[in-house]
C-alpha cells in the first residue's frame, strides 16, 4: 500500500513528474512538476465544455466501480452541485468467442476486416443494435452476415414500397388505420425511452413492414425511424426512384420470356439483374424491379 495515501482507496487528483527524466507531457504546478490524474482529467473537460452538471454521461461498464464513481466525488465536491450526472449509460462488452475483445488478448477486428468480407458496415451498427447496449454481444462472422441479411431483407421491403408510392396516391387514411400509424409511432418513443431500448425499436421497425398500413404511411414511418437508426433507408429509396434503362429493359425481357413459358432463360435474365444489384418481385400487379445494394 501506498503510505501517502490516507485511505487505500484514495486516488491522485495529480501526478509527480520521475526526477530523472522528462515526460512528453507535464507541466508545472504549485505542488511540483506533474501531470494531472486520469479521474481528474475526465471532470476538468467536462466542466470546462458542458458545465457544472451533465444530462448523460456514457462509457464502458468496466468504469463504474472506480473511475466514474472518483469523477463523481472530486466533480460534486468541487462544484458543490448534486447529481454531477443526471442520467448514466454504461455499454457492455464486446466478447468474441466468450471473451471480451481487447488488444492485449488480440482477439479483436478493425472495420477493415469488415470490409476485406465485402460486409456492409451498416450491417455492424444493425447488429450492434440488435443487442441492448448494457447486455454483452458476442460478435461472431455468422452473426454479422445474418445481421446483413436482415439489413438487406429490410432493403428489399423498402424498395417495394418506394416502388408502390409512384403507383399509388396518397389516400384518406380510415380511423382504424389512422391509429395503427400513431400506435406504431408511440411504441417506437417508448422503446427509446425505455432505457434505449434498440432491439423492441428495430422490432417495431419490422410490424411497420409487415403491416397493412398504406405505403405512403408506411414510408413516411421508416424515414423518421431512421433519422434515429442511421440506416441510410432513404438512399434507398432515391436508387429506387432512378431505375437505369438499361435495367428496366432486362426486366420486360425477362417478362416477355416468362409470358412464353421460357422459364430457363428467364431465370438466366434474372441472374444478370442480381449480378448489376436488382431483384425481380413478381406480384399480382405485375413485376417489380427492386434496387438491393
Known sequence: PNPQKKNPTDFA???F????KKR??????PWGKGFPGWHIECSAMSRKHLGDQIDIHTGGADLIPIHHTNEIAQSEAATGKHPFVRLWMHGQFIMVDGEKMSKSKENFYRLADVEAKKIDPLALRYLYMAAHYRAFLNFSWPALEGAAKALNELRVQLSAISYQ??????TQLSEEKLEKVDMYRKKFDEALAHDLNMPQALAVVWEVVKSNIPSPDKYDLLMDFDEVLGLELSAISYQQSAIPKEIEGLAKKREALRKEQKFEEADTVRRQLEEKGYTVEDTPEGPQVIFVP
Do not use: T
Request: no cysteine.
Open 13 to 15: 487528483l495529480w501526478k
Open 24 to 29: 512528453d507531457m507535464e507541466w508545472d504546478s
Open 17 to 20: 513528474s520521475p526526477n530523472d
Open 165 to 170: 408510392l409512384s403507383a399509388k396516391n396518397r
